[in-house]
């Protein structure tokens, strides 16, 4: 590498390829949750449409105002992103209403559920020796490894706090081996953050709209994970949620206003930037919320689902 390359300027590179692992991974966990599941009960729709408006805001005045290029993209993805976790949340809704009304229009004896329950149980259960043996030994040799590797593991010893934060190791490690690899192909030799405009500059009518666009995408931001704290509490519960999607969203918001910061540390630049450093700031404590939910509300969720 040059040694153009300034320390500033490779601290910048670090931030921006964590924050880009961060943010390509950040849905994974919560649309694998809902695949699973067959439902998207936990999460709050509220949270997902201000959250999605609070990143369309947030990419229109991050491209007024010229921020750092990686905060431009990852807004854009994050709006896809969010389209995407929106449309299977729909899915499962539309799904599981068809199918509540559905069984409505059935309108079942007392009696039937009871035996259709009845015969579906011990027809699971009810296998031929030779295949009960068969499920045995799976169980006991794949079975296993395969519940801690997709966080299924719900025996009383097991943490997911411990899985999820191997998982987060995971994500940093690939973020390290991006950089590592744009590090020795040269992609950061000889590139310097742009200038940016002196505090006495005369903000122009574009600039000035992005500031405020920023602003007001911050108060979303700031304002979206309210509904999900309020579910939480009165349903004294934080099933359906994945942890993982909220340590990633914590640490991701981390780096991105690192990487802000660490762009350039001029004055007027800072102040434009002011208002995505305050919505990452924000969101960061109403994670750490949901975290301290998730926290309190795990022996209840662990409860229902043996008692299920």
């Known amino acids: 590498m040059s040694s ?21 991974s950040l849905q994974l966990p919560q649309l ?5 599941a067959k439902s998207a009960d936990g999460l709050s729709m509220a949270f997902l449409v201000v959250w999605l408006l609070g990143d369309v805001t947030n990419l229109v005045g991050a491209l007024f105002t010229r921020l750092a290029p990686t905060a431009v993209a990852l807004a854009g ?24 009304r559905r069984a409505e229009n ?28 068969h499920a045995t030994h799976t169980e006991s040799s794949m079975e296993p490894l395969r519940k801690i590797v997709t966080g299924e593991d719900e025996t009383p010893d097991s943490s997911p706090w411990i899985h999820n934060a191997l998982s987060l190791l995971a994500v940093y490690a690939i973020g390290f081996a991006g950089w590592f ?7 950061w030799d000889g590139a310097e953050p742009g200038t940016p405009d002196s505090p006495d500059h005369a903000k122009s009518g574009i600039e000035i709209a992005g500031l405020t666009l920023g602003y007001f995408s911050a108060a979303l931001y700031l304002c979206a994970r309210i509904p999900q704290i309020i579910k939480n509490y009165r349903e004294k519960s934080c099933e359906g949620l ?4 909220f340590m990633l969203s914590l640490s991701g918001n981390l780096t991105y206003g690192i990487s802000l910061v660490a762009y350039s540390q001029d004055k007027g630049y800072l102040l434009n930037a ?3 450093l305050l919505g990452s700031l924000g969101t960061i404590a109403e994670d750490l919320i949901i975290f301290i939910q ?10 229902s689902a043996i008692a299920a």
């Open 77 to 100: 993805y994050f709006c896809i992103a969010d389209l995407v976790l929106i449309s299977q949340v729909l899915y499962y809704n539309a799904l599981n209403a068809r199918r509540a």
């Open 4 to 24: 153009r390359t300034s320390l500033p300027l490779t601290f910048l590179s670090h931030c921006a390829w964590a924050t880009l692992t961060h943010t390509l």
């Open 181 to 187: 690899v744009s590090y020795k192909v040269g992609a």
């Open 106 to 133: 059935e309108d079942p004896s007392e009696e039937s559920p009871l035996i259709t329950n009845r015969r579906r149980r011990s027809s699971s259960f009810g296998l031929p020796g030779s295949q009960r043996r």
């Open 294 to 303: 998730f926290r309190i509300y795990s022996n209840g969720d662990r409860s």
């Open 274 to 276: 002011l208002p995505w």
């Open 32 to 36: 694998f949750t809902n695949y699973k």
């Open 242 to 245: 994945a942890l993982l999607f």
